[in-house]
């Protein structure tokens, strides 16, 4: 598969974004907190993500080394996408909140982040290349809604 441009939105509709990517480096993850959201990782250069709306409704839970921004919507409670911890200069869109993706038809590998700091040291689907960007700052929400996808 290539790069593909989807929309995608919490379930009460108040966050929507565009994001650019390849399903086929999508992961699963097994830590605690991805096991119990059922998140589905789409991992993205900030320049491949546009926040639409939502942004004053955006809540955010950290833990932990407090790197990654679990940022959820405090309408409906979904979190359509957030910062990881692997990766706080991109972005981490939940493949589940993606309109019309007949997830069905997927079948995504897992990351095995039960036993991360190994795990993030070998090949990982979303990168290129081994280079660990996990020392940047997290992207702040404000600079999610900057305009850098073309609209249809
Ligand atoms: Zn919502």
New binding site residues.
């Given amino acids: 598969m290539a790069k593909q441009r989807y929309e995608g939105s ?6 929507r974004f565009v994001v650019e990517g390849d399903l086929d480096t999508a992961t699963l993850c097994n830590c605690s907190i991805c096991t119990k959201k059922g998140f589905i990782h789409l991992i993205v250069p900030p320049e491949a993500f546009q926040l639409l709306s939502g942004q004053t ?1 955006l809540a955010t839970y950290s833990f932990n080394t407090h790197v990654a921004k679990h940022h959820f ?1 405090r ?2 409670g ?1 979190h359509p996408f957030y910062i990881p911890r692997s990766d706080p200069d991109k972005i981490d869109v939940n493949v589940r909140c993606l309109d019309g993706i007949p997830l069905e038809n997927y079948q995504f590998p897992t990351f095995n982040g039960r036993d991360w700091e190994q795990a993030i040291e070998g090949k990982v689907s979303w990168r290129d290349e081994s280079r660990p960007s996990r020392d940047s700052d997290p992207i702040p929400i404000a600079k999610m809604t900057q305009k850098t996808l073309k609209r249809d």
């Fill in positions: 919490c379930h009460c509709g108040q966050i409704e919507c309408v409906c979904m």
